[in-house]
């Protein structure tokens, strides 16, 4: 393989072959420094799988809770956050932030989707429409497009597959960790002509390499000039593998920082998805420590790298890290839980207003459990989408309603977040 | 729909049906494009690579050992760090030889499939192997994945679905891989007898097995309906999924307390079954052991809802993203009118013009892309350093796809823009190290027939360099899709 020597003026260079790309820079420097809108931040975090809010957010003063849990039930390793709820001992990060009021737990919010599928509830909570197969978009492609009518915004997709949350008519970027592209090759500028009519690659590689140059620019900006060494997010490595869970952890945070990076550089995204796996716990989920706990911890050294990465401009931040569906309320036969309905989504930003829970908590009673196995859902997951893009992004109610999430009007925005 | 001519029709049995063509494949597939790929179709099932002469039952034992004597061999060095750090590398080394077994199944199978002449063949066994996935997302699984692909998939990959159904789901790699080995009947005599244990409290040692609570796990259960058999809009409800999951428990893996010839096979544990009849889709079974949980995924592979998701997917991978319906029925037709003879199907998939049409509609997955480009340069990987970094930055981790769901299908999850970038400088460096004194002209009317564009061919000729032309030509609009 041809040995690759990546250099701030290579990359650039690469990206210069595309006047186009450099334009798209320069306007974006300007537009950002535009107005206040314009400096508002949101990164989705996807969590795939299924993730246990129920061990995210342990409401250790819910009466029925730890019966319920039993060997994974949390205790007093729990980190408190109000006298009903904790947050997983492994989100210690996101817990300061909490005690510094810039971080939220909505604790039993779900899409409208109730078949225990992955991957149709994955559907819903991406493509934010009121059943599966209703929309083939991401909603944060639509609100891409809905706010590039008014002003110059961009959106940038971190890992090796774009989530579909951003899929769609609107441009988006895409970066994950490698090698940078060698600017002196001919190859870019060859292809970009045998692309000329190719309405899949064409647009692909001419974005692909104007964001290779912005990465060599975040990661300039804070201190991983040269090469990305970042491990990209993968499943959790197996119990006892502690130094692999650290080398995890190191790798996260610098994932983190790496996005915060883009996103603060002039013209950078001010929209990010990333998408983490590894939260199907059906046996041995653990409790303070274990499979469950290994994976939030990486979740939480991911926020920590964004936050610690985006300095000032954290407090123009939105962070919203959700799953696709929670988990049952019982432990079941094998130390883990299977596919349940509500579970917890962590707001967390400098933006956020101080507050309690976002939605209410419908308790783990038998009565209360939806169907009789899961927590049940109390605020629609599009609420809190929709409340977060309308006051801190500005995008209008009629466009949330109908074309960002279709036929949701009656689903109304979750107000006094931001 | 037409037939295209011969010449094109060659080109697409060999890049579409096939893995990529690596020279000489076209003019061969040429002279009789469905009678080239018919012949492939055989009931013995797929090519098998070569696992070490390891079967799935070996490399369970020998990792159960593993772990039985790294317990032991800590509890003696605790409490002594030097000792510890002494013992630490022999642990290690195992680990790694155990990641090695993985590897160098991966790293067989890639070479399979650069190298088969039957590239048709080994298409569809790879659709089979993601249709029932069990990925290395954990060690235990990793090492069985390769073995869990040459035992229980390929050599049912032209017999019947029912049969390749039965052998995917009681194989212990997936039994492993969807948690089934752990699930317990909550009736059956050991979850009893533990309930017992738990009860009386006797003795502070036996605490343990009292607080692992004993009882069902419905992931496996759960994602043979949706994933392997009727998918998800197949008409079952959450009752029938718990209702199968009780069904199930009972199947497992031999381990050290049984015969020596159990450990690490299948084997039934009617103690750990759920006694009684159940009702799963509306039909009840009686009680019994194993021929229940038998009678079940019989029944399930029989339905024509099974026939309409597993078609409908097998058009998805040959044709298109969105298949034509009228390809999808005629597929289903086959299925129904054979009793689920997947010989017959996969003849009906050749015989459908609709799977021939001139447009390649299919953008090629990073693996897809990797295989093509080694058949194009009539090489083959030597070692898995030259594969699988590469697949990982492209987002196919080797048997690591993220879910039971298997790798996606859409080219809408392949093509991002970074990800774009990141085939072209493969295929510079993949240029640079296989071009070797070749022309990339030559190579370009090899791969693509009558596929190559006017646009690309003049590109390849007007490159600079051998390697910038066999690059541009991996990088071609048509290349890069079937």
């Known amino acids: 393989m041809t040995q690759i020597t990546p250099s701030r003026r290579n990359v650039l260079g690469a990206a210069a072959a595309f006047g186009v790309s450099l334009q798209f820079l320069a306007a974006q420097a300007f537009a950002a420094s535009e107005g206040a809108l314009e400096k508002k931040k949101f990164v989705f975090v996807i969590c795939r799988g299924g993730m246990d809010g129920l061990t995210v957010a342990p409401p250790l003063g819910d009466p029925d809770y730890a019966g319920l849990r039993g060997p994974i039930a949390l205790g007093d390793e729990a980190l408190k956050l109000d006298g009903t709820f904790a947050l997983h001992p492994s989100l210690a990060a996101a817990w300061r932030l909490a005690r510094a009021g810039e971080a939220r737990i909505a604790p039993a919010v779900a899409t409208p989707d109730r078949a225990r599928s992955h991957f149709e509830a994955q559907d819903v909570l991406e493509t934010g429409a009121a059943a599966v197969y209703a929309e083939s978009s991401g909603w944060l492609n639509r609100t891409v497009e809905t706010l590039a009518r008014a002003r110059k915004v961009s959106a940038l997709s971190v890992g090796p597959t774009a989530p579909l949350v951003l899929r769609g008519k609107a441009p988006y970027a895409s970066w994950s960790p490698g090698h940078l592209v060698d600017g002196s090759a001919r190859l870019p500028a060859l292809l970009q002509d045998l692309y000329k009519d190719d309405p899949l690659l064409g647009p692909a590689l001419a974005r692909g390499l104007a964001t290779e140059a912005m990465a060599a620019q975040a990661m300039a900006s804070v201190g991983h000039a040269g090469e990305a060494a970042a491990m990209m997010p993968s499943a959790a490595p197996g119990a006892g593998a502690r130094s692999l869970q650290q080398q995890g952890q190191a790798a996260a945070r610098q994932l983190g920082e790496t996005l915060a990076g883009f996103m603060k550089a002039p013209g950078g995204p001010q929209i990010a998805a990333i998408s983490l796996d590894g939260f199907d716990t059906h046996a041995n989920e653990g409790a303070a420590q274990g499979q469950l706990g290994a994976r939030l911890a990486y979740l939480d050294a991911v926020l920590d790298g964004l936050h610690q990465g985006l300095g000032p401009d954290w407090k123009d931040t939105v962070v919203i890290a959700a799953t696709e569906f929670g988990r049952t309320a019982r432990v079941n036969g094998t130390g883990g839980t299977d596919h349940g309905t509500a579970s917890t989504a962590l707001l967390l930003g400098g933006a956020l207003k101080t507050g309690g829970i976002v939605g209410d908590w419908p308790t783990l009673k038998p009565s209360t459990l939806f169907e009789n196995r899961d927590l049940a859902p109390t605020l629609d997951m599009r609420g809190l989408f929709k409340g977060v893009l309308a006051e801190h992004l500005g995008v209008d109610r009629a466009a949330l309603d109908q074309t960002i999430f279709p036929d949701s009007a009656a689903t109304r925005p979750v107000t006094g977040l931001v | ?195 017992g244990i738990g009860r009386r409290g006797v003795g502070a040692r036996l605490q343990p097995v009292a607080q692992r609570t004993l009882g069902l796990n419905e992931n496996l259960a759960r994602e043979i309906m949706e994933l392997h058999t009727v998918g998800v809009r197949g008409g079952y409800t959450q009752a029938d999924v718990t209702e199968f999951a009780r069904a199930m428990t009972g199947l497992s893996i031999g381990g050290f307390r049984g015969p020596e010839a159990e450990i690490g096979a299948p084997v039934f544990r009617l103690a750990a079954h759920e006694p009684g009849e159940r009702s799963v889709m509306g039909v009840r079974y009686r009680a019994g052991g194993r021929e229940q ?74 693996y897809e892309f990797l295989v093509s480009s080694y058949r194009a340069a009539a090489a083959s990987p030597q070692g898995i350093q030259q594969v699988a970094p590469i697949l990982t930055a492209l987002g196919q981790k080797p048997f690591a796809p993220g879910s039971p769901k298997g790798w996606p299908e859409d080219a809408g999850a392949w093509a991002a823009p970074d990800a774009v970038v990141k085939r072209m400088q493969f295929a510079q460096g993949f240029a640079a190290l296989f071009v070797q004194g070749r022309d ?43």
């Not at chain 2, 029989?302 to 029925?329: M, N, S, W, Y």
């Not at chain 2, 090899?446 to 541009?472: C, I, K, N």
């Open chain 2, 293 to 366: 949980v038998g009678a079940i995924l019989t029944d399930l592979a029989a339905k024509p809802q099974t026939a309409r998701f597993v078609c409908g997917k097998i058009a998805r991978h040959f044709v298109a993203d969105e298949p034509p319906p009228a390809l999808v029925a005629r597929l289903e037709k086959a299925w129904m009118g054979s009793g689920g003879d997947l010989a017959k199907v996969a003849e009906a998939l050749i015989a459908a013009p609709e799977a021939w049409n001139p447009n390649p509609a299919k953008f090629k997955t990073p």
């Open chain 2, 1 to 195: 729909m037409a037939m295209p001519d011969r010449e094109l029709a060659g080109a697409i049995a060999a890049t579409r049906f096939g893995l990529g063509a690596r020279p000489g494949e076209i003019g061969e597939a040429t002279r009789d494009p469905r009678g080239w790929l018919k012949a492939q179709v055989r009931a013995e099932g797929a090519d098998l690579f070569p696992t070490g002469g390891e079967t799935a039952a070996r490399r369970i034992a020998d990792l159960r050992e593993f772990q039985q004597s790294r317990q032991m061999a800590k509890r003696e060095i605790a409490g002594d760090p030097q000792t510890a750090a002494e013992a630490r590398d022999p642990v290690k080394l195992a680990q790694k030889m155990l990641r090695q077994d993985t590897a160098g199944d991966f790293l067989a199978r890639t070479q399979l499939a650069a190298t088969t002449p039957a590239g048709f063949r080994e298409r569809w066994a790879l659709f089979w192997s993601n249709h029932f996935t069990v990925a290395a997302n954990k060690l235990q699984t990793a090492t069985v994945v390769g073995p869990f692909e040459t035992e229980a998939i390929r050599p049912h990959v032209f017999g019947r679905f029912q049969d390749l159904l039965i052998a995917a789901e009681t194989h212990p790699a997936m039994l492993l891989y969807l948690d089934q080995v752990q699930s317990v009947g909550p009736d059956s005599p050991l979850a009893q007898r533990a309930a």
């Open chain 2, 440 to 482: 990339p002209k030559r190579l370009a009317a090899e791969a693509l027939g009558a596929r190559l564009s006017p646009a690309t061919a003049a590109a390849v000729a007007r490159a600079e360099s051998r390697p910038e032309g066999f690059a541009l030509l991996l990088m071609s609009p048509e290349f890069q899709r079937r």
